[in-house]
């Protein structure tokens, strides 16, 4: 799907035509929006995957505080340098 702006406001998406002609029409935002929220709204995450998904996120932000760290080292040592 390709999204394109009409009439300088209104998002609407469409097929791409990557691989054939499809039949579906032009959609808004808002109600493929509203489409997608209600596929939210039916899945269903065990404690696990719940469990899973922080891990993921801690392990993500100590990786993101690192390569700061390592970034604001490198620039100190040049400025020290110069």
Do not use: W
């Not at 702006?5 to 691989?19: D, E, T």
């Not at 392990?59 to 490198?74: G, M, P, Y």
């Amino acid at each position: 799907m390709t999204a394109e702006i009409k009439k300088g406001r209104y998002i609407y998406y469409h097929c791409s035509k990557f691989k054939a002609r499809c039949p579906e029409p032009y959609v808004r935002e808002e109600v493929l929006d509203l489409m997608f929220a209600a596929q939210l709204r039916k899945l269903r995450l065990d404690d696990d995957v719940f469990r899973m998904i922080g891990q993921a996120i801690r392990e993500s932000r100590a990786n993101e505080i690192r390569e700061r760290d390592e970034r604001v080292a490198k620039v100190r040592a040049e400025a020290d340098r110069l």
